[in-house]
């Protein structure tokens, strides 16, 4: 039987932007591409309960940015019951702190805040400049991300972005003990690829590695390379549990 994995975007993009990684993913396992929920709720663990009671269960929880960070909550919440978890350009902690300062400054997050309140449109023409950025291909790559930007709802994206504020995975990444794969992207503008080893000092198995000239929006830009990343470590925890 074919493992099950279950895909998760990003913050204010349509799950459309996944489909090339799903379609790669797709030679080996059944992807399930699922949206964000649209809730205008802050909570965290209201978005959570939404996505437990939607989301098929013992299958690979999988999820880029925001979506990885959901995943990742998830996979401790659901413990044996999650196969394994695989992020992609997410970090712990999205907004940086004193305790974990490889992140989004507060400031640069404030400023996006304000931006989506007096404007969600521009804010998300903004974000998908910011995916891109890091790119050798940024126009084409922006251009292919602004197709894939989500109707502009201002109150389900700011919850959004306070639930991506308010999100703090460390617990759950330290208490996941199935196998975990974190990738990040060289030149990502929104999650810095120094926060490799504060991620890989938190996981109790797993991986972390960075992809070479690559941006936030790799998913998009790198998909096949991602999928043969994601479908070896796969393939080498199944082998492992046999």
């Not at 690829?193 to 991986?207: D, N, Y």
Request: net charge negative; aromatic share 6%.
């Amino acid at each position: 039987m074919r493992e099950t994995l279950i895909l998760l975007p990003g913050w204010g993009l349509h799950g459309a932007v996944l489909h090339p990684l799903a379609e790669a993913l797709g030679r080996d396992v059944e992807v399930q591409v699922v949206q964000l929920p649209a809730l205008t709720s802050a909570s965290v663990t209201g978005w959570l309960d939404e996505l437990d009671a939607r989301l098929p269960h013992d299958g690979w929880l999988a999820g880029w940015s925001l979506g990885g960070m959901l995943a990742a909550a998830l996979a401790a919440r659901r413990g044996e019951r999650c196969r394994g978890l695989i992020t992609l350009a997410s970090n712990a902690c999205f907004v940086a702190s004193d305790s974990w300062p490889h992140a989004m400054p507060l400031d640069t997050y404030a400023a996006f805040l304000q931006g989506c309140e007096a404007n969600a449109a521009a804010t998300l023409k903004r974000f998908a400049m910011l995916c891109a950025q890091g790119s050798t291909e940024v126009r084409d790559l922006s251009r292919q991300l602004q197709a894939g930007l989500g109707a502009p709802d201002s109150a389900s994206l700011l919850a959004g972005l306070h639930v991506l504020a308010s999100l703090d995975t460390r617990a759950a990444l330290s208490a996941f003990a199935g196998p975990q794969l974190h990738l990040l992207a060289e030149h990502d503008a929104l999650v810095p690829a120094s926060v490799a080893e504060s991620l890989l000092a938190l996981l109790p198995t797993g991986a972390v590695d960075v992809l070479e000239a690559s941006c936030h929006a790799f998913v998009l830009e790198q998909a096949d390379t991602l999928a043969t990343l994601v479908l070896d470590f796969i393939r080498e925890a199944n082998h492992g549990w046999a």
